[in-house]
Nanobody, 121 residues
Framework: VQLQASGGGLVQAGDSLKLSCAASGRSLSGYYMGWFRQAPGTEREFVARIDSVSGSTSYADSVKGRFTISGDNAKNAVYLQMNSLKPEDTAVYYC???????????????WGQGTLVTVSS
């Protein structure tokens, strides 16, 4: 499966942004989908994940209550709605697909190219 992330940009603290991850090649319903982010000088960290079949989701504590992951199997896409953005949310955001229900980046098999989110204070 090929993944294409989009929707990043420069916003101010408190603003909202919605990221999209479009898939091609295979249906996302066969995967667990995740969003990760990586700020300069840091390791890639888990943000959110979704089971495309059951709709189950989970979030990192740092984004819980502010971010929402969702999927649209008809469009073969996954989204990340980000509200109340903070400067510390600044990072490159990646979508990824896995065969396991996991928050560990190395267990995700397929990755999109990343989209940059910059939150100014």
């Amino acid at each position: 499966v090929q993944l294409q992330a989009s929707g990043g940009g420069l916003v101010q603290a408190g603003d909202s942004l919605k990221l999209s991850c479009a898939a091609s090649g295979r249906s996302l319903s066969g995967y667990y989908m995740g969003w990760f982010r990586q700020a300069p000088g840091t390791e890639r960290e888990f943000v959110a994940r979704i089971d495309s079949v059951s709709g189950s989701t989970s979030y990192a504590d740092s984004v819980k209550g502010r971010f929402t992951i969702s999927g649209d199997n008809a469009k073969n896409a996954v989204y990340l709605q980000m509200n109340s953005l903070k400067p510390e949310d600044t990072a490159v955001y990646y979508c990824a697909a896995a065969f396991l229900w996991t928050t560990t980046a190395r267990q995700y098999r397929y990755w999109g190219q990343g989209t940059l989110v910059t939150v100014s204070s």
